[in-house]
Protein backbone atom coordinates (compact mmCIF):
# COMPACT_ATOMS: atom_id res chain seq x y z
CA UNK A 1 0.00 0.00 0.00
CA UNK A 2 1.09 3.51 -0.89
CA UNK A 3 1.15 6.56 1.35
CA UNK A 4 -0.84 8.79 -0.83
CA UNK A 5 -3.98 9.56 -1.23
CA UNK A 6 -6.21 5.91 -1.58
CA UNK A 7 -8.36 6.01 -4.77
CA UNK A 8 -11.34 4.57 -2.68
CA UNK A 9 -11.57 4.80 0.70
CA UNK A 10 -14.59 3.48 2.94
CA UNK A 11 -14.49 3.65 6.80
CA UNK A 12 -17.30 1.75 8.88
CA UNK A 13 -19.45 1.45 5.77
CA UNK A 14 -23.11 -0.01 6.64
CA UNK A 15 -24.96 -0.22 3.52
CA UNK A 16 -28.87 -1.36 3.59
CA UNK A 17 -30.98 -2.66 1.09
CA UNK A 18 -34.99 -2.97 1.53
CA UNK A 19 -34.18 -2.07 5.31
CA UNK A 20 -31.71 -4.50 6.09
CA UNK A 21 -27.75 -4.74 6.47
CA UNK A 22 -26.53 -6.62 3.19
CA UNK A 23 -22.53 -5.00 4.65
CA UNK A 24 -21.36 -3.87 7.63
CA UNK A 25 -18.39 -2.74 9.29
CA UNK A 26 -16.51 -2.02 5.79
CA UNK A 27 -13.30 -0.58 5.97
CA UNK A 28 -11.08 -0.92 2.80
CA UNK A 29 -8.41 1.16 1.49
CA UNK A 30 -7.67 1.09 -2.68
CA UNK A 31 -4.54 2.36 -4.03
CA UNK A 32 -3.76 4.06 -7.30
CA UNK A 33 -2.37 2.07 -9.91
CA UNK A 34 -3.78 -1.52 -9.01
CA UNK A 35 -6.46 -3.38 -10.11
CA UNK A 36 -8.66 -4.84 -6.83
CA UNK A 37 -10.79 -7.59 -7.25
CA UNK A 38 -13.71 -7.62 -4.98
CA UNK A 39 -14.94 -11.71 -4.64
CA UNK A 40 -17.94 -13.40 -2.99
CA UNK A 41 -21.20 -15.19 -3.93
CA UNK A 42 -23.94 -14.53 -5.72
CA UNK A 43 -26.00 -11.75 -3.37
CA UNK A 44 -23.22 -10.92 -1.30
CA UNK A 45 -23.23 -7.35 -1.95
CA UNK A 46 -20.68 -6.97 -4.67
CA UNK A 47 -22.94 -4.84 -6.55
CA UNK A 48 -24.74 -3.28 -3.50
CA UNK A 49 -20.83 -2.32 -2.79
CA UNK A 50 -20.38 -0.47 -6.23
CA UNK A 51 -23.83 1.66 -6.32
CA UNK A 52 -21.73 3.31 -3.25
CA UNK A 53 -19.13 3.54 -4.84
CA UNK A 54 -21.18 5.41 -7.71
CA UNK A 55 -23.22 7.54 -5.55
CA UNK A 56 -26.43 5.71 -5.96
CA UNK A 57 -26.98 4.52 -2.74
CA UNK A 58 -26.18 6.52 0.28
CA UNK A 59 -24.59 4.51 3.40
CA UNK A 60 -26.70 3.91 6.55
CA UNK A 61 -23.53 4.44 8.17
CA UNK A 62 -19.64 5.48 8.05
CA UNK A 63 -18.24 7.07 4.88
CA UNK A 64 -17.34 6.32 1.61
CA UNK A 65 -14.47 8.25 -0.47
CA UNK A 66 -14.11 8.31 -4.16
CA UNK A 67 -10.72 10.00 -5.93
CA UNK A 68 -10.01 11.92 -2.79
CA UNK A 69 -13.33 13.41 -2.17
CA UNK A 70 -16.67 11.97 -0.40
CA UNK A 71 -19.30 10.88 -2.48
CA UNK A 72 -21.67 13.84 -2.74
CA UNK A 73 -25.33 13.60 -2.22
CA UNK A 74 -26.01 16.65 -4.50
CA UNK A 75 -26.94 15.11 -8.01
CA UNK A 76 -24.86 18.12 -9.55
CA UNK A 77 -21.60 17.39 -7.39
CA UNK A 78 -22.46 13.34 -8.08
CA UNK A 79 -22.57 13.99 -11.53
CA UNK A 80 -19.50 15.52 -11.72
CA UNK A 81 -17.64 13.17 -9.92
CA UNK A 82 -19.09 9.96 -12.31
CA UNK A 83 -17.22 11.54 -15.03
CA UNK A 84 -14.35 10.44 -12.90
CA UNK A 85 -15.68 6.83 -13.07
CA UNK A 86 -15.67 4.35 -15.97
CA UNK A 87 -18.21 1.94 -15.56
CA UNK A 88 -18.80 -1.18 -16.92
CA UNK A 89 -22.14 -2.84 -15.20
CA UNK A 90 -23.70 -6.19 -15.40
CA UNK A 91 -24.85 -6.91 -18.91
CA UNK A 92 -23.34 -4.43 -21.92
CA UNK A 93 -26.06 -1.73 -21.66
CA UNK A 94 -25.12 -1.10 -25.05
CA UNK A 95 -27.96 0.63 -27.85
CA UNK A 96 -28.93 -1.52 -30.37
CA UNK A 97 -29.60 1.02 -32.89
CA UNK A 98 -26.31 2.86 -32.69
CA UNK A 99 -23.35 1.32 -34.01
CA UNK A 100 -20.15 0.73 -31.91
CA UNK A 101 -18.85 4.12 -32.92
CA UNK A 102 -21.67 6.23 -32.02
CA UNK A 103 -22.56 4.20 -28.84
CA UNK A 104 -18.46 5.14 -27.89
CA UNK A 105 -19.45 8.57 -28.93
CA UNK A 106 -22.17 9.04 -26.42
CA UNK A 107 -20.39 9.74 -23.34
CA UNK A 108 -18.36 12.69 -25.21
CA UNK A 109 -21.80 14.03 -26.85
CA UNK A 110 -23.34 14.07 -23.34
CA UNK A 111 -20.27 15.50 -21.06
CA UNK A 112 -18.44 17.61 -23.68
CA UNK A 113 -19.07 19.93 -26.23
CA UNK A 114 -15.86 18.93 -28.41
CA UNK A 115 -16.44 19.34 -31.90
CA UNK A 116 -17.72 16.24 -34.13
CA UNK A 117 -14.47 15.75 -35.72
CA UNK A 118 -11.91 15.54 -32.89
CA UNK A 119 -15.20 12.57 -30.96
CA UNK A 120 -15.16 10.69 -34.23
CA UNK A 121 -11.42 10.58 -33.47
CA UNK A 122 -11.33 10.10 -29.86
CA UNK A 123 -13.84 7.04 -30.65
CA UNK A 124 -11.49 5.58 -33.27
CA UNK A 125 -8.75 5.72 -30.45
CA UNK A 126 -11.00 3.96 -27.89
CA UNK A 127 -12.28 1.36 -30.15
CA UNK A 128 -8.32 0.90 -30.58
CA UNK A 129 -7.54 0.65 -27.82
CA UNK A 130 -9.61 -2.73 -27.06
CA UNK A 131 -8.38 -3.91 -30.35
CA UNK A 132 -12.15 -2.79 -32.60
CA UNK A 133 -11.11 -0.15 -34.71
CA UNK A 134 -12.42 -2.41 -38.04
CA UNK A 135 -15.81 -2.75 -36.28
CA UNK A 136 -16.76 1.06 -35.64
CA UNK A 137 -19.74 0.90 -38.08
CA UNK A 138 -20.91 -2.75 -36.67
CA UNK A 139 -24.14 -2.85 -34.77
CA UNK A 140 -24.00 -4.74 -31.65
CA UNK A 141 -26.59 -7.91 -33.19
CA UNK A 142 -23.14 -8.18 -35.70
CA UNK A 143 -20.87 -8.62 -32.78
CA UNK A 144 -19.77 -11.61 -31.22
CA UNK A 145 -20.30 -11.63 -26.87
CA UNK A 146 -16.96 -10.75 -26.22
CA UNK A 147 -16.31 -7.91 -29.06
CA UNK A 148 -19.79 -6.60 -27.83
CA UNK A 149 -18.32 -6.66 -24.13
CA UNK A 150 -14.92 -4.72 -25.72
CA UNK A 151 -17.38 -1.91 -27.62
CA UNK A 152 -18.77 -1.11 -24.13
CA UNK A 153 -15.24 -1.30 -22.41
CA UNK A 154 -14.32 1.44 -24.80
CA UNK A 155 -17.67 3.67 -24.11
CA UNK A 156 -16.39 3.29 -20.25
CA UNK A 157 -13.03 4.66 -21.35
CA UNK A 158 -14.49 7.13 -23.37
CA UNK A 159 -13.85 10.51 -20.94
CA UNK A 160 -10.48 9.15 -19.80
CA UNK A 161 -11.90 8.21 -16.41
CA UNK A 162 -9.10 7.63 -13.56
CA UNK A 163 -10.91 4.55 -11.97
CA UNK A 164 -12.32 1.84 -14.09
CA UNK A 165 -15.54 -0.16 -12.15
CA UNK A 166 -16.76 -3.79 -14.27
CA UNK A 167 -19.31 -5.43 -12.24
CA UNK A 168 -19.68 -8.96 -13.24
CA UNK A 169 -17.65 -8.68 -16.55
CA UNK A 170 -17.06 -12.28 -17.75
CA UNK A 171 -20.59 -12.68 -17.38
CA UNK A 172 -21.83 -15.03 -20.78
CA UNK A 173 -18.54 -15.13 -22.02
CA UNK A 174 -16.59 -18.34 -23.14
CA UNK A 175 -13.39 -19.29 -21.86
CA UNK A 176 -11.61 -17.74 -24.96
CA UNK A 177 -13.50 -14.31 -24.48
CA UNK A 178 -13.24 -14.06 -20.91
CA UNK A 179 -9.27 -14.43 -21.44
CA UNK A 180 -9.59 -11.74 -23.86
CA UNK A 181 -11.56 -9.26 -21.67
CA UNK A 182 -9.28 -9.97 -18.65
CA UNK A 183 -6.25 -9.05 -20.43
CA UNK A 184 -7.41 -5.94 -22.15
CA UNK A 185 -8.46 -4.76 -18.29
CA UNK A 186 -4.84 -5.55 -17.41
CA UNK A 187 -3.54 -4.10 -19.95
CA UNK A 188 -5.42 -1.04 -19.90
CA UNK A 189 -4.63 -0.19 -16.56
CA UNK A 190 -1.28 -0.01 -16.90
CA UNK A 191 -0.78 1.70 -19.89
CA UNK A 192 -3.63 4.21 -19.47
CA UNK A 193 -2.75 4.58 -15.25
CA UNK A 194 -5.68 3.46 -14.39
CA UNK A 195 -7.17 1.83 -11.20
CA UNK A 196 -9.88 -0.82 -11.37
CA UNK A 197 -12.25 -2.89 -9.40
CA UNK A 198 -13.13 -5.52 -11.16
CA UNK A 199 -16.43 -7.26 -9.25
CA UNK A 200 -17.12 -11.06 -10.06
CA UNK A 201 -17.84 -14.34 -9.25
CA UNK A 202 -15.69 -15.83 -12.10
CA UNK A 203 -12.65 -16.23 -9.28
CA UNK A 204 -9.88 -18.36 -11.04
CA UNK A 205 -10.11 -16.27 -14.40
CA UNK A 206 -10.34 -12.76 -12.27
CA UNK A 207 -7.08 -13.55 -9.93
CA UNK A 208 -4.17 -14.00 -12.34
CA UNK A 209 -4.88 -10.13 -13.54
CA UNK A 210 -5.09 -8.81 -10.19
CA UNK A 211 -3.09 -7.39 -7.54
CA UNK A 212 -5.30 -7.54 -4.35
CA UNK A 213 -8.40 -9.69 -3.72
CA UNK A 214 -11.22 -8.67 -1.46
CA UNK A 215 -13.38 -11.57 -0.66
CA UNK A 216 -17.24 -10.49 0.94
CA UNK A 217 -19.72 -12.90 2.36
CA UNK A 218 -21.78 -13.17 5.44
CA UNK A 219 -21.61 -9.25 5.29
CA UNK A 220 -18.59 -8.68 5.73
CA UNK A 221 -15.10 -8.97 4.04
CA UNK A 222 -13.51 -12.41 5.10
CA UNK A 223 -10.35 -12.20 3.09
CA UNK A 224 -8.00 -9.12 2.13
CA UNK A 225 -4.85 -9.62 0.39
CA UNK A 226 -3.39 -10.57 -2.79
CA UNK A 227 -3.99 -13.19 -4.37
CA UNK A 228 -1.33 -15.70 -3.50
CA UNK A 229 -2.08 -15.46 -0.06
CA UNK A 230 -6.27 -16.21 -1.15
CA UNK A 231 -5.30 -19.09 -3.09
CA UNK A 232 -3.22 -20.21 0.14
CA UNK A 233 -5.72 -19.39 3.01
CA UNK A 234 -6.99 -21.88 5.21
CA UNK A 235 -10.05 -20.15 6.39
CA UNK A 236 -13.21 -22.04 6.33
CA UNK A 237 -15.03 -19.35 4.78
CA UNK A 238 -12.51 -18.42 1.67
CA UNK A 239 -11.90 -22.44 1.42
CA UNK A 240 -15.25 -22.90 0.61
CA UNK A 241 -16.36 -19.57 -1.90
CA UNK A 242 -12.99 -20.78 -3.86
CA UNK A 243 -14.38 -24.21 -3.80
CA UNK A 244 -17.56 -23.74 -4.70
CA UNK A 245 -19.12 -25.82 -2.36
CA UNK A 246 -22.80 -25.43 -0.89
CA UNK A 247 -22.12 -26.71 2.29
CA UNK A 248 -19.72 -24.85 4.88
CA UNK A 249 -19.87 -20.94 6.98
CA UNK A 250 -21.46 -19.45 4.20
CA UNK A 251 -25.21 -19.33 4.48
CA UNK A 252 -26.97 -20.45 0.90
CA UNK A 253 -29.22 -16.96 0.03
CA UNK A 254 -31.83 -18.43 -2.42
CA UNK A 255 -34.42 -19.13 0.40
CA UNK A 256 -35.34 -15.95 1.82
CA UNK A 257 -33.85 -15.15 5.06
CA UNK A 258 -35.70 -15.37 8.53
CA UNK A 259 -35.03 -13.76 11.41
CA UNK A 260 -32.64 -16.19 12.84
CA UNK A 261 -30.60 -17.23 9.81
CA UNK A 262 -29.66 -13.18 9.32
P1 LIG B 1 -24.12 -9.58 -5.52
O1 LIG B 1 -23.85 -8.49 -6.48
O2 LIG B 1 -22.97 -9.94 -4.65
O3 LIG B 1 -24.68 -10.81 -6.18
P2 LIG B 1 -26.14 -7.75 -4.51
O4 LIG B 1 -25.33 -6.61 -4.02
O5 LIG B 1 -26.83 -7.60 -5.82
O6 LIG B 1 -25.25 -9.08 -4.47
O7 LIG B 1 -27.26 -8.09 -3.43
C1 LIG B 1 -26.96 -8.24 -2.06
C2 LIG B 1 -28.24 -8.48 -1.27
O8 LIG B 1 -29.07 -7.34 -1.34
C3 LIG B 1 -29.06 -9.65 -1.79
O9 LIG B 1 -29.59 -10.32 -0.67
C4 LIG B 1 -30.15 -8.98 -2.58
O10 LIG B 1 -31.30 -9.77 -2.58
C5 LIG B 1 -30.35 -7.69 -1.85
N1 LIG B 1 -30.77 -6.59 -2.75
C6 LIG B 1 -30.09 -6.16 -3.83
N2 LIG B 1 -30.73 -5.12 -4.41
C7 LIG B 1 -31.83 -4.91 -3.65
C8 LIG B 1 -32.91 -3.98 -3.70
N3 LIG B 1 -32.98 -3.03 -4.66
N4 LIG B 1 -33.88 -4.06 -2.75
C9 LIG B 1 -33.82 -5.00 -1.77
N5 LIG B 1 -32.84 -5.89 -1.67
C10 LIG B 1 -31.86 -5.86 -2.59
MG1 LIG C 1 -24.00 -8.41 -8.53
Known amino acids: MTTETPIVRLTDLRLD???RAVLRDINL????????AVLGPSGSGKSTLLSALTGELAPTAGRVEVLGQDVPRRSRALLELRKGLGVLLQGNGLLTD???????ALPLRTHTDLPDALIQRLVLMKLNAVGLRAAADAYPRELSGGMARRVALARALALDPPLMIYDEPLTGLDPIASGVVMSLV????DTLGLTSIIVTHHVHET???ADHAIVI???GIVFSGT??????STDPLVQQFLRGQPDG???FDAAPRTAEAA
Not at 29 to 36: D, F, H, L, N, W
Not at 98 to 104: D, F, G, P, Q, W
Open 17 to 19: RGG
Open 29 to 36: SMPRGSIV
Open 98 to 104: LTAAENV
Open 186 to 189: RRLN
Open 207 to 209: LPV
Open 217 to 219: ANG
Open 227 to 232: PAQLEA
Open 249 to 251: PIA
